[in-house]
C-alpha cells in the first residue's frame, strides 16, 4: 500500500483545519502567577491548534512533507498562507520565551523536542521559496531544543519505555536524523553514546506484554528502529537476533490492536500504535537480511497494521483526526 497524491490531500486537510482549531485544547501548563493564566493562543501564537501543543509541531510537519513530496497538492496555496501567518520571528520568539520560563523544564519532554527538529529538518529540505525564511525564524526555538536534548540526554540514567509520549527510543530516533541531516557531530555523538548506554545489552525484549490501553508507540518496534540506525548494517542483524529471537511467535506484537472507542481521547491512541508499528516494522524489515525470516514476518504484519489504523485517520473523530495523520504519513511512506 502505497501513498498518492489524493491520500496525502486528505492528510494534509486535517491539520489545515486544526492547526487554527483552538478548542477543545489540552495544554500542560506550570502557572507561576496569576499573569500566566492566558488562552492557548495567547501563550503559543504558533502551536496553539490540534487540541496541545506537539501535535500542532507535527501537524505542520506534516503539511511541509505532504507539499513537499507532492508539489500537485491541491493546497500548496493554502499551506503557503498558513506558514506565512504563523512562522514570524515574532512568534518564534515569543514560543521560544514560553521555554525559557522559571518551571518549565519539561515541558513537551522529549516528544515535543523531537517534533520541532524533525519540522526544521522538513523545511531545511522543503525546496518550497519561502521554506529558509520560516526555517530561520524557527531557529532560536530550534536552538533551544538542541541545547534542552543535550541537558536532558546527559543526565536520564534510565530509558523510559512506554508506548507514549515520554518513550525514549522515539524521540533519539527523530533527533539522530536531524542531526545526520545537519551533520551536527556533536547532537549525533550525543544520541548515538545514549541509545548504546540505553539499549545495546537488551535481550529477549518482553513484547508479549504490548499493547498498553493508551500507547501509540511499541517500545519494543521503536527501540528496534532507533538501534537499525544507530548500529548500521552489519551490527544490527546481530544485535536485533538477540533482542527478538523470534518475532513471529510474539502474537500480540504482530496482531493489529483493536480499538473499542475511537472518540476516547486515550484508547484512541491505539489507532497510531498501529500506524507506528507498522513504519517501525517497514524499516526494520528492509535492514534484516532478505532471507531473515524475521523480515517477512515484519512486512507482513506493517500490511495487516496499516489495513487496521488507514480507516481511522479520516473518521469525524477529532480525538483522532487531531494527529493521526502524522503517523499514517510515516507508515505509508516507502523505505529507501
Known amino acids: 500500500m502505497q501513498l498518492t497524491v489524493d491520500q496525502a490531500a486528505a492528510f494534509a486537510a486535517l491539520p489545515l483545519r486544526s492547526l487554527r482549531h483552538e478548542y477543545p485544547n489540552h495544554i500542560m501548563h506550570v502557572l507561576n502567577g496569576p499573569q500566566d493564566v492566558l488562552s492557548p493562543r495567547a501563550m503559543h501564537p504558533v502551536f496553539y491548534g490540534c487540541y496541545d501543543w506537539h501535535s500542532a509541531v507535527h501537524g505542520y510537519w506534516l503539511l511541509a512533507r505532504c507539499a513537499r513530496l507532492y508539489p500537485s497538492l491541491p493546497q500548496q496555496d493554502a499551506i503557503t498562507a498558513l506558514f506565512d501567518e504563523h512562522f514570524t520571528v515574532e512568534n518564534m520568539q515569543q514560543e521560544c520565551a514560553y521555554f525559557q520560563t522559571p518551571g518549565r523544564t519539561s515541558f513537551e519532554r522529549p516528544y515535543g523536542f523531537a517534533w520541532i527538529v524533525a519540522l526544521a529538518q522538513e523545511l531545511d529540505v522543503w525546496q518550497h521559496p519561502k521554506a529558509k525564511t520560516w526555517l530561520a525564524a524557527m531557529e532560536p526555538l530550534t536552538v533551544e531544543i538542541r541545547s534542552r536534548i543535550f541537558s536532558y540526554f546527559t543526565k536520564l540514567s534510565y530509558p523510559i519505555r512506554v508506548g507514549t509520549h515520554y518513550n525514549s527510543a522515539f524521540s533519539l530516533k527523530l533527533i539522530l536524523d536531524f542531526a545526520r541531516h545537519r551533520r551536527d557531530v556533536e ?22 506484554y504490548e499493547p498498553g490501553g493508551d500507547e501509540f508507540l511499541s517500545a519494543a518496534l521503536t527501540e528496534a528502529l532507533l538501534m537499525s540506525d544507530v548500529l548500521g548494517p552489519d551490527a544490527f542483524p546481530g544485535w536485533f537476533a538477540e533482542y527478538l529471537p523470534a518475532p513471529g511467535d510474539i502474537r500480540c506484537l504482530m496482531t493489529p490492536a483493536d480499538v473499542s472507542d475511537h472518540s476516547d481521547p486515550k484508547i484512541a491512541h491505539l489507532n497510531g500504535l498501529n500506524l507506528s508499528r507498522a513504519w517501525c516494522m517497514k524499516r526494520v524489515a528492509r535492514r534484516l537480511p532478505k532471507e531473515a525470516p524475521a523480515s517477512a514476518v515484519l512486512e507482513a504484519a506493517a500490511q495487516r497494521h496499516i489495513e487496521a489504523g488507514l480507516p481511522n485517520v479520516v473518521s469525524g473523530e477529532y480525538a483522532g483526526e487531531h494527529w493521526l495523520a502524522t503517523f499514517a504519513m510515516l507508515a505509508l511512506e516507502p523505505v529507501h
Open 187 to 208: 547532537l549525533e555523538d550525543l544520541v548515538v553514546s545514549a541509545s548504546r548506554r540505553y539499549y545495546l545489552n537488551d535481550t529477549d525484549y518482553p513484547a508479549h
